[in-house]
């Protein structure tokens, strides 16, 4: 089969055609993928030195073909969208709610299922799958959790967006912060999971949507998606800029969602005594935030919280998505900003690189 390898640090992705996939085992399921998004995990695990060789891509849509011993939800010809948190739903922490920390789904940060090996290899050489997913590639095997069900008339090349960008960033609202109607909000970073962050805003009600992004181009796509104000970091200060839009109060709640740890002090920073702060973008492992706890969380009680994927249960995140999606409270189409095939994934890393667009999605199918 083909798929899009990462056989050395900061790539470039080989396309190959002579990738081997296994059949699946107990509780796996065989996918073949159509569509999978590029998010900015991709392009820092090519760009710090993942492990390798892999198969990148965890965004994915497609549709079974083949069920191991024992799966009992899905069938082939089932159109599904791919999780990389798909929780076990017995485990200490899935019986308390929080689906993201499932021992069995940690698995993911190793690219390979819960059993510890990977169905994918070349040439009798192991390759791993990356997020746990591996949807750069035609095929790819998951366990069935990682699998979620979806109607036959959801249009699989933009709603695979929902995978990540949408349950991470509408996720980190509603479930991590939880926000209120008529809250204020500030979003730094535009990329498609801050505008997914905008969007989740939107829905919660939020009274005023203050965004930040250095490029131009995505504080104007923001006001489509629900910003009411918009601050250009290379020109205002941000966190001056916010206290002039709220009064002199600050934000309720602060979202990072580019993975910067001065955004996450930036966000500290803008918040209202007792206001929350949201790590939603994955900074690099060297980055570190000072704190003053005094002033800070014991005076201030302000919060800082972290969230991954959006603190979500993709089974019951992903139909509430597309339910929001069908009344048209969600938008989908307009976060696609670029398609490209397989042959040229190349060129939609470096899209992500230069900031340009919002989301790039790769077409597997055909």
């Known amino acids: 089969?083909?798929?899009?390898?990462?056989?050395?640090?900061?790539?470039?992705?080989?396309?190959v055609s002579d990738m081997d996939?296994?059949?699946?085992?107990?509780?796996?399921?065989?996918?073949?993928?159509?569509?999978?998004?590029?998010?900015?995990?991709?392009?820092?695990?090519?760009?710090?030195?993942?492990?390798?060789?892999?198969?990148?891509?965890?965004?994915?849509?497609?549709?079974?073909e083949q069920v191991g011993a024992g799966v009992s939800r899905l069938a082939p010809g089932d159109p599904v969208m791919l999780t990389p948190?798909?929780?076990?739903?017995?485990?200490?922490?899935?019986?308390?709610?929080?689906?993201t920390l499932c021992e069995q789904a940690r698995s993911f940060m190793a690219g390979t299922l819960s059993d510890g090996t990977s169905p994918l290899s070349r040439g009798g050489e192991t390759v791993l799958l990356g997020l746990g997913v591996g949807g750069?590639?035609?095929?790819?095997?998951?366990?069935?959790?990682?699998?979620?069900?979806?109607?036959?008339?959801?249009?699989?090349?933009?709603?695979?967006?929902?995978?990540?960008?949408?349950q991470t960033g509408v996720g980190a609202v509603l479930n991590a912060a939880d926000v209120e109607a008529g809250a204020t909000v500030l979003v730094m970073g535009l990329g498609g999971i801050g505008i997914s962050v905008v969007q989740g805003a939107r829905i919660a009600g939020a009274?005023?949507?203050?965004?930040?992004?250095?490029?131009?181009?995505?504080?104007e796509a923001a006001a489509e998606?629900?910003?009411?104000?918009?601050?250009?970091?290379?020109?205002?200060?941000?966190?001056?800029?916010?206290?002039?839009?709220?009064?002199?109060?600050?934000?309720?709640?602060?979202?990072?969602?580019?993975?910067?740890?001065?955004?996450?002090?930036?966000?500290?920073?803008?918040?209202r005594i007792g206001g929350t702060t949201v790590m939603v973008g994955a900074p690099a492992a060297d980055q570190t935030v000072k704190l003053e706890p005094a002033v800070m969380f014991l005076s201030h009680e302000k919060?800082?919280?972290?969230?991954?994927?959006?603190?979500?249960?993709?089974?019951?995140?992903v139909p509430r998505l597309i339910d929001l999606w069908?009344?048209?409270?969600?938008?989908?189409?307009?976060?696609?900003?670029?398609?490209?095939?397989?042959?040229?994934?190349?060129?939609?890393i470096d899209d992500l690189r230069a900031a340009r667009g919002i989301r790039t999605v790769i077409e597997l199918a055909g």
Not at 140 to 165: M, Q, W
Not at 305 to 314: F, I, Q
Not at 326 to 348: C, D, H, K, T, V
């Open 207 to 219: 009274a005023r949507i203050i965004v930040s992004d250095p490029v131009a181009g995505r504080r």
């Open 326 to 348: 069908r009344s048209g409270a969600l938008l989908l189409e307009p976060m696609i900003s670029q398609r490209y095939p397989l042959a040229e994934i190349n060129a939609g």
């Open 21 to 64: 996939i296994a059949e699946p085992g107990a509780g796996q399921v065989l996918i073949r993928v159509s569509h999978c998004g590029i998010c900015h995990s991709d392009v820092t695990l090519v760009d710090a030195g993942s492990p390798s060789p892999i198969v990148l891509g965890h965004e994915a849509a497609g549709t079974v």
């Open 225 to 271: 998606f629900g910003a009411t104000h918009a601050i250009d970091p290379t020109r205002e200060d941000v966190v001056a800029r916010t206290y002039e839009l709220t009064g002199g109060i600050g934000v309720d709640y602060a979202f990072d969602a580019a993975g910067l740890a001065s955004l996450v002090q930036d966000g500290l920073a803008a918040t």
């Open 85 to 99: 948190l798909g929780p076990c739903g017995r485990c200490y922490w899935c019986v308390r709610g929080e689906h």
């Open 1 to 15: 089969m083909r798929a899009a390898l990462l056989e050395k640090p900061g790539g470039p992705l080989d396309v």
């Open 136 to 166: 750069f590639g035609e095929y790819t095997v998951v366990e069935e959790r990682n699998a979620v069900k979806v109607d036959a008339d959801v249009p699989l090349d933009v709603a695979c967006v929902i995978g990540c960008a949408l």
């Open 303 to 317: 919060k800082l919280r972290g969230t991954m994927l959006g603190s979500c249960n993709s089974h019951h995140e």
